[in-house]
T-cell receptor, first 113, second 106 residues
Framework: EAAVTQSPRNKVAVTGGKVTLSCNQTNNHNNMYWYRQDTGHGLRLIHY???????EKGDIPDGYKASRPSQENFSLILELATPSQTSVYFCASGPGGAQDTQYFGPGTRLLVL | GQQVQQSPTSLVLQEGENAELQCNFS?????MQWFYQRPGGSLVSVFYNPSGTKQSGRLTSTTVIKERRSSLHISSSQITDSGTYLCAPNYNVLYFGSGTKLTVEP
């Protein structure tokens, strides 16, 4: 079974502060993804990566940066957190391609005050 | 982004009843996935279905690409089926619908 872990699981941040969300996968998948989930919006793609050193913008990248330093790790960075970024963030990994299936982490609840 | 519409938004059933969940998408796709999410929980893939009909236990998924639709049928619903079901067409990346919240009551 695919294993994707996220840290922290819960985070309270202040407006204007820097927040880093971390994701680790042990499946040697090429692709990794960051989503946020808000009521009424389903999951929306923020950034994704095809492999170490690669990051791509998703549908809602504004206010977020991503970093893929290795095959296993993918981080989401909020340089200047805002209350509108309060959400649940999910990381996922997948082998990639047209038949890609994705395995999700447990999620991180972020509250920006 | 792509348009993905799911219906109904919510559904309440008595245990043993059948459920039909719909997903409509705007353009042709590579494949379709259905995910299950327990309240407050993560997502688990329940079906990968590029096209046609697939069955797994009490779940049946049908995807008709030319009609831009996919459905998930749950037969003989159980209380443990309660949660949110999300469809996600694959356009090289996944686009998620807002989900159908299913509640199965005893």
């Amino acid at each position: 079974e695919a294993a994707v872990t996220q840290s922290p699981r819960n985070k309270v941040a202040v407006t204007g502060g820097k927040v880093t969300l971390s994701c680790n996968q042990t499946n040697n998948h090429n692709n990794m993804y960051w989503y946020r989930q808000d009521t009424g919006h389903g999951l929306r793609l923020i950034h994704y990566s095809y492999g170490a050193g690669s990051t791509e913008k998703g549908d809602i990248p504004d206010g977020y940066k991503a970093s893929r330093p290795s095959q296993e790790n993918f981080s989401l960075i909020l340089e200047l957190a805002t209350p509108s970024q309060t959400s649940v963030y999910f990381c996922a990994s997948g082998p990639g391609g047209a038949q890609d299936t994705q395995y999700f982490g447990p999620g991180t609840r972020l509250l920006v005050l | 982004g792509q348009q993905v519409q799911q219906s109904p938004t919510s559904l309440v059933l008595q245990e043993g009843e059948n459920a039909e969940l719909q997903c409509n998408f705007s353009t042709s796709l590579n494949s379709m996935q259905w995910f299950y999410q327990r309240p407050g929980g993560s997502l688990v893939s329940v079906f990968y279905n590029p096209s046609g009909t697939k069955q797994s236990g009490r779940l049946t998924s049908t995807t008709v690409i030319k009609e831009r639709r996919s459905s998930l049928h749950i037969s003989s619903s159980q209380i443990t089926d309660s949660g949110t079901y999300l469809c996600a067409p694959n356009y090289n990346v996944l686009y998620f619908g807002s989900g159908t919240k299913l509640t199965v009551e005893p």
